[in-house]
């Protein structure tokens, strides 16, 4: 299981959807964003349709939300998918303050927006906390950690936008 802090916007799973057919991403799976072959071939399309904008965001990735005791969404069918420009991957914890400070820089944020209002202008750019309880997808990600030397860290239930006070659940309050 792994928990991920991003920096990026949601994508509508059923957006995506249409964008894969219309586009005619052949190896992009719209209900399996993460697996390494879809990552690619989004990207892959992305740097074709906006290149400008992709030259400032080398390292796009997709990351889905998954909580497999959540009867309501059955992966890989979660409502969204969320498009980010900073992921931070753990199994344990993140200083989340610590990544945030990091920040994003100015061309990469404004590049953000740019792919942002091209396929989810609705959408915020913020941080998200994002939970992916898939096991198989941990050890995928620890492994391709490992092999690019990534040292940086980050287990049930979707996504908390960590910027506002929206994430707390009002009815747990009563």
């Given at each position: ?50 290149p400008?904008?992709?030259d ?6 997709f ?56 396929i989810?202008?609705e ?23 490992e ?14 936008d ?13």
């Amino acid at each position: 299981m792994s928990i991920f802090l991003v920096h990026g916007f949601r994508w509508a799973r059923n957006e995506v959807r249409v964008h894969v057919v219309l586009q005619e991403v052949d190896d992009a799976a719209p209900n399996n964003l993460m697996s390494g072959d879809s990552e690619e071939a989004m990207n892959d399309n992305f740097r074709e349709l906006y290149p400008k904008i992709m030259d400032k965001l080398p390292g796009l990735r997709f990351i889905e939300p998954l909580n497999p005791n959540n009867e309501k969404f059955k992966y890989p069918s979660e409502p969204f998918v969320f498009v980010a420009d900073v992921v931070v991957q753990s199994e344990d914890y993140i200083d989340v303050v610590e990544a945030m400070n990091r920040g994003v820089r100015a061309h990469q944020w404004d590049a953000m927006a740019d792919l942002r209002d091209q396929i989810a202008k609705e959408e915020k750019i913020t941080w998200y906390v994002v939970h992916n309880g898939d096991r198989q997808l941990a050890k995928q990600e620890r492994i391709k950690k490992e092999k690019s030397g990534d040292t940086s860290t980050l287990e049930d239930s979707d996504a908390v936008d960590v910027c506002s006070q929206s994430f707390i659940d009002s009815t747990a309050l009563r």
